[in-house]
């Protein structure tokens, strides 16, 4: 007897300084690789893990959504430990379900939620490193509220994007932005339906020059219009992203 094909959804969430981001590559540690390796390990079947989004080297994930299609019986509950107790410590399986066909992580997303960390502090460190941008002078964060507010709406994000030409349409729709102090902890958070390659690290580089003086919060508007690349440099450092939330 044929076992039927099987639609399961996973919850994952990595350290991504330990990868060099979530899509496979030979020879070189990502996400994708370590979960297919240990799906197939626990299994027996190659199956691709397809992921809500592609998560670039150094930044991390709260809630990353992976669908992984199979014919193997296993109850999700087992597969879950069976996983968990093979994949290395900056990778785990928070929950798991069964899910229709036509479910795709990405494809079925309606919007996400990512948030960048920024940490004051009067010296580097390099422990901190890997988790946020340190800032040793503290920005206006009145200013940098202001100009998140105008990445709100639906905006060509060209200016934003690593590659604008690859994509057929640069614009983009922000539902919500915010940014708030926790002590010595600087959090930028954005609600989107779909982002760009970068876009988010350039949105969090573009409120870093506001509040530190390089640049006023209406230039963000002048962006959408001449979608001039070079005025943001290079983006913010990869290691304050979080993939926080895929919704459905």
């Known amino acids: 007897m044929t076992n039927h094909t099987r639609y399961i959804k996973l919850l994952v969430t990595y350290d991504g300084s330990a990868y060099f981001g979530y899509q496979f590559q030979p020879h070189i540690p990502t996400v994708q690789g370590e979960l297919e390796r240990v799906f197939k390990l626990i299994t027996g079947e190659k ?17 990353q959504v ?5 014919e193997c019986p296993i109850p999700v509950e087992k597969l879950i ?5 093979a994949l290395p ?22 919007g996400k939620h990512y948030r960048y960390l920024y940490r004051l502090v009067s010296t580097r460190s390099p422990f901190l490193e890997r988790f946020f941008w340190q800032l040793e002078q503290r920005p206006d964060i009145v200013l940098m509220q202001e100009a998140a507010r105008a990445f709100v709406g639906e905006h060509d994000f060209a200016a934003f994007a690593k590659s604008p030409h ?8 922000v539902l919500k932005t915010t940014v708030s102090l926790d002590g ?14 970068n876009m988010v690290r ?7 020059l506001v509040g530190s003086g390089g640049m006023k919060s209406e230039e963000i508007l002048e962006l ?12 913010a450092p990869p290691g304050g992203l979080y993939l926080m939330k895929v919704m459905y």
Do not use: W
């Not at 430990?81 to 107790?85: A, D, F, K, L």
């Not at 410590?89 to 309606?110: I, K, Q, T, W, Y």
């Not at 690859?166 to 729709?173: A, H, I, L």
């Not at 350039?202 to 870093?208: G, T």
């Open 47 to 63: 199956s691709r893990a397809v992921g809500a989004g592609r998560t670039d080297t150094g930044v991390h994930a709260v809630e």
């Open 66 to 70: 992976v669908l992984f299609r199979t």
């Open 81 to 85: 430990i069976g996983m968990n107790g």
């Open 89 to 110: 410590g900056a990778l785990r399986v928070c929950r798991a379900e069964e899910v229709n066909e036509d479910f795709h992580p990405c494809f079925s997303a309606r």
């Open 166 to 173: 690859q994509y057929e349409s640069t614009v983009r729709t």
């Open 184 to 197: 010595e902890v600087l959090q930028f958070d954005v609600i989107g339906t779909g982002f760009m390659h």
């Open 202 to 208: 350039n949105m969090a580089k573009a409120l870093y």
């Open 224 to 235: 959408y219009r001449n979608q001039d690349r070079r005025r943001l440099g290079a983006p």
